[in-house]
């Protein structure tokens, strides 16, 4: 089994920043592309920001330009920076992840509890 934790929410202002981490840990031999979903009540989940094993990005055109999606391999950690956050931003965010365990031939996509941002002032 694979778990993934995410941290770093929390009240920001308007115009303030966050940064969020995903660390993933359990039976992995290798993790693929990680993401960052977003959520807020009654709308569906929708892609933030994605970065594959050898670092190309992608962003939701929502926050290019404001938010950075990093990653270490070596502590199978994500990060999302998030700069110059707006009220819209709030939401629960979810980390997502492609990992491969011993003895597995495919790769399985596991998700994080959710870290919940209010951006508010």
């Known amino acids: 089994q694979v778990q993934l934790v995410e941290s770093g929410g929390g009240l920001v202002q308007p115009g303030g920043s966050l940064r969020l981490s995903c660390a993933a840990s359990?039976?992995?031999?290798?993790?693929?592309?990680m993401a960052w979903y977003r959520q807020t009540s009654g709308k569906q989940r929708e892609l933030v920001a994605s970065?594959?094993?050898?670092?190309?990005?992608n962003y939701a055109d929502s926050v290019r330009g404001r938010f950075t999606i990093a990653r270490d391999n070596a502590k199978n950690t994500v990060y999302l920076q998030m700069n110059s956050l707006k009220p819209e931003d709030t939401a629960a965010y979810y980390c997502?992840?492609?990992?491969?365990?011993?003895?597995?031939?495919?790769?399985?996509?596991?998700w994080g509890q959710g870290t919940q941002v209010t951006v508010s002032s």
């Open positions: 359990g039976s992995i031999v290798s993790i693929g592309a």
């Open positions: 970065i594959t094993s050898g670092g190309s990005t």
């Open positions: 997502n992840a492609d990992t491969l365990s011993p003895g597995w031939v495919v790769w399985r996509n596991y």
